[in-house]
């Protein structure tokens, strides 16, 4: 299955089936998107959502299982946990975006 994020509408589709997810969250989703197989701390991952680390340390894996949930439907895990680091994209699951 192959994810479309438009960041001009604010949507993100499986198929043809819309995800809907909050602001920060949807901005983790394209931020991790976009490169793939890379990984990214929790401090990166919140900087880019627009959340302030300081005050919600423990936000990057909240907002991560929620993501997931939202996936969960469509049969899709697109994020990978590298323990002690970080989150990234898995690079099997397609994005594109417009």
């Not at 929790?42 to 680390?53: F, H, K, T, Y």
């Not at 005050?55 to 991560?64: L, Q």
Request: net charge positive; proline share 5%.
């Amino acid at each position: 299955m192959v994810l479309t994020i438009d960041e001009a509408r604010w949507l993100l589709r499986a198929g043809e089936e819309t995800i809907l997810l909050p602001t920060n969250a949807f901005r983790l989703v394209a931020y991790l998107a976009r490169n793939p197989g890379i990984v990214r701390s929790r401090e990166q991952i919140m900087d880019a959502a627009g959340v302030s680390l300081d005050s919600f340390d423990y936000a990057a894996p909240s907002y991560i299982k929620r993501i997931r949930q939202k996936f969960r439907p469509f049969g899709v895990d697109p994020i990978r946990t590298v323990y002690g680091v970080g989150y990234s994209w898995k690079e099997e699951v397609k994005c594109n975006f417009c």
